[in-house]
C-alpha cells in the first residue's frame, strides 16, 4: 500500500532580531562618508523577501516561498548595497582630492591625473566586498538546505528547522559582512589620507619663473646702472638717449 507524501509546509522565521545592526546601528561615531540609507536599503530589500516568502507560503506555494529567499535573491541585494558603498567612497574620495587641488591652485589637467583611476576604484570595490566572504559561504549552506527542503514532507521537521536556522544563520552572517564593510570603508579614507595630505603640500615649481624673469631682472639691473652712470652705454644706446 502507496503512502501519500504531504509537504511540508514552509514558514519563514522573522529575520529582523538576526539582521541586528543591519536595521539598529549601534555606532560611536557617523561613518566619514554618508552610507546609512544604503544600509536601510539593504535591510528593507531583505525583510522585504521574507515578506514575498511568507506570502508565498500563505497560498502554499512552495517554489515562490524557496525563490524569494534564495541563495540568488540575497547575494543579489548584497552585491547591490557594496556597489553603491563603492560609488559613495570613490565619489567623496575624489571629491576630497579636487578640493584639495583647488585650494593650492594646481593646474586642472594635473590634478585630473590624481582622481582615482578605473584599476584602483575597482581595488576599492573589491576591498569593500572582502567582509563578505562568510556571508557567501551561509547563502551557499542555505542553497544546500533549500535543495533538502522543497522535496520534505510534514514528517521531515529536521529539515524544515534547519533551512530556518540557515536563514536566520544567513541574516547574521549579513549584519557581520555590513560591519566588515563599514569598516573596510573607513580605512579606505586612511588609505587615502597620505595622497591627499601629499596634495595639499604642493606648491608651484619655481623654475619658470626664474628663467622667465632672470633675463629681465638682468636687463633691468644693467639699464638701472648705465643711466646711473656707473656702466658705461653702448653707442647705440647713448645715441638714443643722447647721451
Do not use: C
Amino acid at each position: 500500500m502507496s503512502t501519500v507524501k504531504i509537504p511540508m509546509p514552509l514558514r519563514v522565521p522573522e529575520l529582523a532580531p538576526s539582521l541586528g545592526r543591519v536595521v539598529v546601528p549601534r555606532r560611536v561615531a557617523e561613518p566619514w562618508v554618508p552610507i546609512d540609507d544604503i544600509r536601510e536599503t539593504l535591510a528593507t530589500r531583505v525583510l522585504e523577501l521574507a515578506g514575498e516568502a511568507r506570502a508565498a507560503a500563505a497560498g502554499e506555494d512552495r517554489e515562490r516561498v524557496l525563490d524569494a529567499v534564495s541563495r540568488r535573491a540575497w547575494l543579489a541585494a548584497w552585491e547591490q548595497a557594496v556597489r553603491r558603498v563603492a560609488d559613495r567612497v570613490i565619489e567623496a574620495l575624489d571629491g576630497r582630492i579636487e578640493r584639495a587641488a583647488r585650494r593650492v591652485r594646481m593646474p586642472h589637467r594635473r590634478w585630473r591625473r590624481r582622481l582615482l583611476s578605473t584599476p584602483e576604484k575597482r581595488a576599492v570595490t573589491a576591498r569593500l566586498a572582502t567582509g563578505g566572504e562568510p556571508f557567501v559561504a551561509a547563502l551557499d549552506a542555505l542553497d544546500a538546505v533549500a535543495a533538502r527542503v522543497r522535496d520534505a514532507s510534514v514528517l521531515d521537521k529536521a529539515a524544515h528547522a534547519e533551512w530556518q536556522e540557515a536563514l536566520r544563520g544567513a541574516a547574521r552572517r549579513l549584519e557581520a559582512a555590513w560591519l566588515a564593510l563599514e569598516a573596510v570603508a573607513a580605512e579606505e579614507e586612511r588609505r587615502w589620507n597620505p595622497e591627499i595630505e601629499a596634495l595639499e603640500r604642493w606648491r608651484p615649481s619655481l623654475w619658470p619663473v626664474l628663467v622667465l624673469w632672470a633675463p629681465l631682472a638682468a636687463a633691468l639691473v644693467w639699464l638701472g646702472l648705465v643711466l646711473g652712470g656707473y656702466v658705461p652705454a653702448p653707442l647705440w644706446l647713448a645715441a638714443r638717449l643722447g647721451f
